[in-house]
């Protein structure tokens, strides 16, 4: 006779299974830390390669500036028929290669000034790349603690499952007895989906998060990675000190308007030298193939000579176009200068802010920490005078719903500060450089 099971695993084999590939999935996720992350943001950010991509265009194009004041040589082929009557001048038809030499002399200093303002331009596409750089790195940092903001809030949800499903059973207990009513049992049931719901929007808070980390870091949209960090350490409050002069000093944003200043200000010179006459120097080599008479001097079928230009270029008229375009641009750099000043003011008005803002979340955390363990005791005293039957199951909800809130607010205490310290560094222009 067949076995019946035939086909069929064993509970106890199935269940092994199920936990060998639970187990192989955790394996699967590699732990990454937020240092990992800052470096795979780096390599892989879009944004970053972008801008990687706008310096090497910045680059290409100095190239091509530093080649403005150097000689040209061209080659050329040309082919001719002439047909009647000037073939009873020129000759019928033939070939005439040649070759051309330019040689820029003078152009009132413009080659030069071209060259600088290229130079400045790379210099500006650097900066720019360490502006994308660090906003990139602070968006994976508050992108990271987000994630383990959901982590700790998933961590607490079940924590108080467990707190609320004890809870239910012994005021279940006492509603059998007849010692509690039923309102106390509903309550807690209430209070227990409240949190089975808390878990649900936890766990996909933390689904979004990982998924937006692993767009900023270049990981698609896989989220089969896992960060074992926790909201721990200092969160210790600062003063303001020199903070603001070193931002002025190092953030790419003035870095950037001053090379853009200093370009506008080559820029106006390159006009002014438009001013002034130019001077280059060509010489061309021509040479002619094609039948009898082609040579005018020994009527035969070749031809070879070269020919030399000195050509000066000088402006007399132009109704006033040059002399406005270096007015134009003096508009503009006085413009720039302003808008340098405002964007110093702007800096240290954002220091003094985070600064600020990452004393408050100090602050906020000692409170937090300090209402925590005030609700811990609490929720302490009152599980005990529940057991002792002295209070009704409504007052130990009230006091765990008062503790699961302070535990709460730690957690988003503490990873406002770690965003706080995130924004800090960005405004004070240590990310990215």
Do not use: C
Request: aromatic share 6%; hydrophobic share 40%.
């Amino acid at each position: 006779m067949k076995s019946t099971t035939s086909g069929i695993l064993p509970g106890s084999l199935f269940i092994f299974i199920l936990a060998l590939l639970q187990s192989s999935f955790v394996a699967a996720q590699r732990n990454i830390t937020l240092d990992e992350f800052r470096q795979l943001a780096i390599r892989q950010n879009n944004n970053i390669k972008t801008a990687d991509q706008n310096i090497l265009v910045a680059e290409s194009q100095k190239k091509q500036a530093d080649t403005k004041s150097k000689f040209t040589i061209d080659g050329s082929v040309t082919g001719f028929y002439f047909g009647k009557p000037l073939n009873t001048l020129l000759p019928e038809q033939g070939v005439s290669p040649g070759i051309n030499f330019n040689q820029p002399i003078y152009s009132g200093g413009r080659n030069q000034l071209e060259k600088k303002v290229a130079a400045a331009t790379v210099d500006i596409q650097t900066e720019r790349k360490a502006l994308t750089t660090s906003d990139v790195l602070y968006n994976t940092e508050v992108t990271y603690w987000q994630v383990i903001s959901a982590k700790e809030q998933i961590a607490l949800a079940e924590q108080s499952h467990k707190q609320l499903t004890a809870l239910v059973v012994d005021i279940n207990n006492q509603y059998t007895a007849g010692i509690t009513y039923k309102n106390d049992l509903l309550r807690a049931r209430v209070q227990q989906n409240q949190n089975a719901l808390n878990l649900i929007q936890g766990r996909d808070a933390l689904t979004l998060a990982k998924l937006n980390l692993a767009q900023l870091t270049g990981l698609a949209d896989s989220i089969d990675f896992n960060v074992s960090d926790s909201i721990t350490g200092t969160f210790d409050s600062l003063s303001i000190s020199d903070l603001t002069t070193h931002a002025q000093t190092v953030r790419s944003e003035i870095r950037i308007q001053e090379k853009t200043l200093e370009s506008a200000r080559l820029q106006e010179r390159i006009y002014r030298g438009e001013l002034l006459p130019s001077i280059s120097l060509g010489i061309s080599g021509v040479s002619a193939f094609g039948k009898q008479g082609i040579n005018p001097e020994n009527n035969g079928t070749s031809l070879a000579s070269y020919y030399g230009l000195l050509t000066v270029n000088v402006p007399l008229f132009g109704w006033g176009k040059r002399t406005e375009k270096v007015r134009e641009q003096q508009y503009r750099i006085y413009a720039q200068e302003h808008q340098l000043q405002e964007s110093k003011e702007i800096i240290s008005l954002q220091v003094q802010q985070s600064v600020l803002q990452l004393n408050q979340n100090a602050r906020r955390v000692k409170l937090a920490a300090l209402s925590l363990e005030q609700a811990a005791e609490n929720l302490r005293l009152s599980r005990d005078r529940f057991q002792a039957g002295t209070i009704a199951g409504k007052d130990v909800l009230d006091a765990q719903t008062i503790w699961q809130q302070a535990y709460s607010n730690v957690i988003d205490a503490k990873v406002g500060y770690k965003i706080a310290e995130a924004n800090l560094k960005r405004t004070l222009g240590e990310l990215g450089h």
